[in-house]
């Protein structure tokens, strides 16, 4: 079965792992063989698979770096670089099945998680995609680097309309203040009463999904108030 996308990404605002995530994923069992491992990936142009058991519950991840261990000692003396290498990797090399393969726990993520979450995860532990899971730890989709760039396709009319409902509208509810978008800049102009507010406003545009960088105009009643910068 083909993996599919997401219904029409740049229809929507894109807040959770659930807006950008493939939905029906290729993964394997534990008794899954070596070179049906290796052919799956090929097939399905992936890195990476989920290894289910049961119901589908996500137990681990075979990937790339768990199969290049047999080709890079199939020539050596494994017993030469026990003193170098991690005995994983040794393990791994003569290992048959996903089971044997397999990096255990997944590093998961959760449906609903915040698309910063499922970002930071993939920084912070180096991998490319992660299985996204329900609360029993089934599999409901993988979301990939790729995924997480989709939100910056959201056309700059939506992004405007967010800004305006979500930041503008409710910390300077009745005034007048221009939002403009232009390949996902934001650019905010306008007088305001309450000028403490300001970098607020720039923060929380800053985090609308979406959002390349903010350029922040607004200004007192009174006149220009201080630049808003930072993060």
Same mark, same amino acid.
């Given at each position: 079965?083909?993996?599919?996308? %997401?219904?029409?990404?740049? +229809?929507?605002?894109?807040?959770?792992?659930?807006?950008?995530?493939?939905?029906?994923?290729?993964a394997v069992? /534990?008794?899954? $063989?070596?070179? &049906?491992?290796?052919? #799956?990936?090929?097939?399905?142009?992936? @890195?990476?698979?989920?290894?289910?058991?049961?119901?589908?519950?996500?137990?681990?991840v075979?990937?790339?770096?768990?199969?290049?261990?047999?080709?890079?000692?199939?020539? @050596?003396? %494994? @017993?030469?670089? &026990?003193?170098?290498?991690?005995? &994983?990797?040794?393990?791994?090399?003569? +290992?048959? #099945?996903?089971?044997?393969?397999?990096?255990? %726990?997944?590093?998961?993520?959760?449906?609903?998680? +915040?698309?910063?979450?499922?970002?930071?995860?993939m920084?912070?532990? =180096?991998?490319? /995609?992660?299985?996204?899971?329900d609360?029993?730890?089934?599999?409901?989709?993988?979301?990939?680097?790729?995924?997480?760039?989709?939100?910056?396709?959201?056309?700059?009319?939506?992004?405007? &309309?967010?800004?305006?409902?979500?930041?503008?509208e /409710?910390?300077? $509810?009745?005034?007048?203040? @221009?939002?403009?978008?232009?390949?996902?800049?934001? #650019?905010?102009?306008? $007088?305001? =009463?309450?000028?403490?507010?300001?970098?607020?406003?720039?923060?929380?545009?800053?985090?609308?999904?979406?959002?390349?960088?903010?350029?922040?105009?607004?200004t007192?009643?009174?006149?220009?108030? %201080?630049?808003?910068?930072?993060?």
């Amino acid at each position: 079965m083909p993996l599919t996308q %997401p219904e029409n990404p740049q +229809a929507h605002g894109l807040h959770t792992v659930s807006d950008v995530m493939t939905q029906t994923v290729v993964a394997v069992g /534990r008794d899954a $063989p070596f070179k &049906e491992i290796v052919q #799956t990936m090929d097939q399905w142009k992936v @890195s990476a698979l989920p290894v289910l058991e049961g119901e589908g519950r996500v137990v681990g991840v075979v990937s790339e770096a768990d199969l290049l261990p047999k080709e890079e000692f199939r020539d @050596s003396d %494994p @017993s030469r670089f &026990e003193q170098r290498r991690r005995l &994983e990797d040794l393990a791994k090399a003569g +290992a048959l #099945t996903a089971g044997e393969l397999m990096s255990t %726990p997944a590093i998961c993520v959760h449906a609903d998680a +915040a698309l910063s979450q499922a970002a930071r995860i993939m920084a912070v532990r =180096h991998v490319k /995609r992660l299985p996204v899971v329900d609360a029993e730890g089934l599999l409901q989709g993988v979301v990939s680097r790729s995924d997480l760039l989709k939100v910056f396709l959201r056309p700059d009319a939506d992004i405007a &309309e967010e800004v305006r409902q979500v930041v503008m509208e /409710r910390l300077f $509810p009745g005034q007048e203040i @221009s939002v403009g978008v232009q390949e996902g800049v934001v #650019t905010l102009t306008g $007088p305001v =009463h309450d000028t403490s507010f300001i970098p607020v406003a720039a923060r929380l545009c800053r985090a609308v999904e979406g959002v390349v960088d903010v350029t922040c105009e607004l200004t007192g009643h009174g006149g220009p108030a %201080p630049r808003a910068t930072g993060p």
